[in-house]
């Protein structure tokens, strides 16, 4: 019975991480998708900044839409059924490449994702044990990005964008194997029994939308930076991101080993100035070294920084309905990354963008401790009673 209710464990985590993949998929390839669309003369690059800005902010929307009816919903259909809906927009995005419909057909793909982000942030927030779905997870994701951005690299450079959307395409429907481990049923959680204030809620969201505005906002222009500066290739650009991603799977990992030795608040404070001073250390970089270095601890701290702030929402709000929220916002965030970037680009410099990463990390820092001690406060009640 224990080693069935453990492969169960490992086989919810694989799923989790399969849906995890795919819905993030629009911010994870962005700067591949944006040089591809520019240098390809499709549209000009703040106007696939745009694009790509649209397509992300499209799954918060699903994600909103969907709220009031997470925990009544069959999860496992509601993420097939949102793989479906991208993978037709996927298919059709290379035959309308004018500017009006490309951007509604990557809309339609921000939509059928947001629904698969929803099921798999409320999957993964009412399991068991959260912490470890969403940090083992987190690492398998990343690990499979570690592997497939050089891949994805490779095809942009040979068959273009439509070359791009057929991999999605493909790498959606293959999640579909792994998505039929979410539970079939409607989420039943117990009610809480201690009482969360909406202040505690509000404080977790402004963090959210502050480290992924500073997220969104820089990795769009990862790959412009190594162009424009660097006169790098794109599939060179590809093995320094796949790189990158791979210390980010290390860095999920580490989320665990921190929490428990460091505790939450340290890990998440040290964390957040250091992910605003390697945002700030990518667009400003004077040598290749310190732009590919800049990436590699990027990742290392976001994922380290994802899991632990994940959890945060679940231990909050057993429900998941905070952590489908806390998902929609993340998007929201980086959605409107690009635009931003994108704007500050075309004004100032990609310098910029860094200073601007760096204060909204360095801005989330006193919200973020508010959550810490609240949460430390209550574990300590909770203990003693």
């Known amino acids: 019975m224990q080693h069935s209710s453990k ?13 995890t993949y795919v819905s993030i998929t629009s911010s994870n390839f962005s700067p591949l998708l944006i040089g591809i669309l520019a240098d390809s003369g499709i549209v000009a690059e703040i106007t696939g900044a745009y694009i790509l800005a649209l397509e992300i902010c499209a799954i918060p ?52 994702l947001g ?15 959260p912490d470890k779905v969403f940090g ?3 690492a398998i994701t990343f690990l499979l990005y570690a592997i497939t951005q050089p891949l994805m690299s490779m095809i942009i450079g040979s068959f273009g964008f439509g070359g791009a959307c057929i991999f999605l395409t493909v790498a959606g429907l293959m999640s579909l ?39 969104g906002t820089t990795w769009a222009f990862v790959e412009r930076v190594g ?11 590809g093995l320094i991101l796949g790189t990158g991603t791979a210390a980010g799977v290390v860095g999920a990992y580490s989320a665990s080993w921190a929490y428990t030795h460091l505790g939450r608040i340290n890990s998440i404070l040290f964390g957040l100035v250091l992910f605003g001073a390697t945002s700030y250390g990518i667009t400003n970089s004077t040598t290749i070294p310190a732009y590919t270095g800049s990436i590699i601890l990027y990742w290392f701290i976001y994922l380290f920084l994802y899991p632990l702030l994940f959890s945060a929402a679940a ?21 409107i990354g690009p635009a931003v970037g994108g704007l500050i680009a075309s004004r100032y410099s990609y310098g910029v963008i860094g200073w601007f990463s760096f204060f909204c990390c360095v801005l989330a820092v006193p919200f973020f401790y508010r959550v810490g001690r609240y949460l430390e406060t209550r574990y300590e009640s909770s203990s003693k009673a």
């Not at 982000?117 to 399991?127: K, M, P, R």
């Not at 006169?231 to 060179?236: A, F």
């Not at 231990?315 to 959605?335: C, I, K, M, Q, Y």
Request: a positive charge; glycine letters at 8%.
């Open 227 to 237: 162009v424009s500066r660097f006169g790098l290739d794109i599939e060179i650009i």
């Open 315 to 335: 231990e909050l709000d057993r429900s998941g309905r905070l952590a489908t929220v806390t998902g929609g916002l993340l998007w929201f965030a980086v959605g």
């Open 177 to 215: 194997l792994f998505i039929r481990n979410f539970p079939s049923e409607p989420s039943i959680v117990k009610q809480q029994k201690i009482e969360v204030h909406w202040r505690y809620y509000i404080a977790l969201l402004i963090t959210i939308i502050l480290i992924n505005l500073a997220a």
């Open 115 to 129: 629904c698969v982000y929803a099921a798999v942030n409320s999957v993964g927030a009412t399991s068991e044990y």
């Open 61 to 112: 929307v699903a994600t909103l839409v969907v709220l009031p009816f997470i925990q009544h919903v069959n999860r496992q259909r509601l993420a097939i059924a949102g793989v479906m809906f991208a993978t037709i927009a996927q298919l059709i995005s290379p035959f309308f490449l004018e500017n009006y419909e490309l951007f509604l057909t990557r809309f339609c793909v921000g939509l059928g």
């Open 136 to 138: 083992y997870s987190t």
């Open 7 to 19: 492969k169960s464990g490992i086989a919810l985590i694989i799923a989790v991480a399969a849906g």
